[in-house]
C-alpha cells in the first residue's frame, strides 16, 4: 500500500476514534452536569391516599425527611381514585425528570391486573422502581364472642364447619382477601367473604359484634385491639414481623403461606436518568434509617424495607406470579 494512503487512513481511524470520544463526552455531560443541578425545585409525590387517611400520614412521615436530604421540599399530592390508578397514570405521563414520584401501594400496580378487565398500564414497563418503603403489618381479629380463640383454632373450624363463619375484608381482590383465599387453598378452610369498601368498617363490624372475624392493618385495629373489643389470631406474613414480635405468623400455622405484597412504595416514571434514579434511591433509604424516622414508623407498625430498584423489580415479579396463581386457583373473577 502507497505510504501516503496508509498515512491518510491512520489520520481517518484517528479522527473517527477522536469523534467518538468527543461524542461520549458530551452525551457524558448532560447527564453528570443534570445530577449535579438536581434537584433544583420542589419534587411532587403523587399518592393514591386520600388526605388524612392513614397511608397518607405514612407517605408525609418518609416525604419530609427525603425533603430535607436533598435540599428541596417534598410535595404530597393526593390524588385518590379508581383504586389508585389515577395516581399512577398521572406519574407514568410526567416527565422523567425525577420531579414526580408516585408513592404507591400493589392494589392498583399487582392486584388489578388481575382483577380488571382493561388495563391502561403495566407496572413492569411503564413505572420505574425506586425502592419499596415498608410493609404495615396486617393481623387477624375476631370477636371476643367467635368460637376460635387461635388461628389454628380459625382454620380446623373452618374445616370443619365449613362456610360457618364468615369475615370482612377492605374488598374482593384486596391483600386481605387474597391472604384468606390463600389459606383456603393450602389448608382446605372455608369461610364466607363479607367484602367492605374499607378495612376500617370491617374492623368496627367485628368490634361491634356483626360478624366474628376481619383482617385489618395494624394501624385501623389498635384501638379496638387495646379496648379488649377484638382478639388478634394472627398476623397475615410468613413470618413475624419485627414490630409484632409477640403475635404467631400465619406461616407458623399453615406451611408455604406466602405473604401477599403489602408495601408501600416509590416509582418514577419509566426513564430516569440513572444519575436521578440513584439519588431519589439513596435519599429515601437514608431518610428511612434515620432514627427519628424509624421511631415514627414503628408507631404505626411500620416495618421498612428499603431495597435497591433491581431488588424491588424483582421482588414485583415474583409478587405478580403469586397474585396470579391466588386469584386464578380461587376463580376471583375480573369486576370490571
Known sequence: MDVSVACAMRMISLRARG???????????PLSGLAQQYPSKPIHMVTEFTAGS?????????????????????????????GGVIAAEAVIRSAPDGYTVLAATPNALIARRFL?????FDVTKDLQPITAVGETATVVVAHPSAPVKTFKELVDYGKTYPGKLSYGTSGVGSTHHLSQEEVRLLTGAELVHVPYKSGMLAIQDVASGQ????YS??????????????????????????????????????PGFQTVPSWTALFGPVGLPRP??????????????????????ADIAFDPIANTPEEFAALIRKQIELVGSIVKAAGIQPTD
Open 276 to 297: 436521578i434514579l440513584q439519588r431519589l434511591h439513596d435519599d429515601a433509604v437514608r431518610a428511612i434509617a434515620r432514627p427519628d424516622v424509624k421511631a415514627k414508623l
Open 19 to 29: 469523534a467518538r470520544y468527543v461524542l461520549a463526552a458530551l452525551i457524558a455531560l
Open 116 to 120: 380488571a378487565r382493561t388495563q391502561s
Open 211 to 214: 360478624i366474628p372475624i376481619s
Open 217 to 254: 392493618i395494624i394501624s385501623s385495629g389498635a384501638s379496638f385491639i387495646r379496648s379488649g373489643k377484638v382478639r388478634v389470631l394472627a398476623q397475615s406474613a410468613e413470618r413475624r414481623s419485627p414490630s409484632l414480635p409477640d403475635v404467631i405468623a400465619i406461616g407458623e400455622v399453615v
Open 54 to 82: 392513614g397511608g397518607d400520614l405514612l407517605v408525609r412521615v418518609i416525604a419530609t425527611p427525603i425533603g430535607e436530604l436533598m435540599g428541596q421540599p417534598v410535595i404530597v399530592e393526593n390524588r385518590g381514585g379508581a
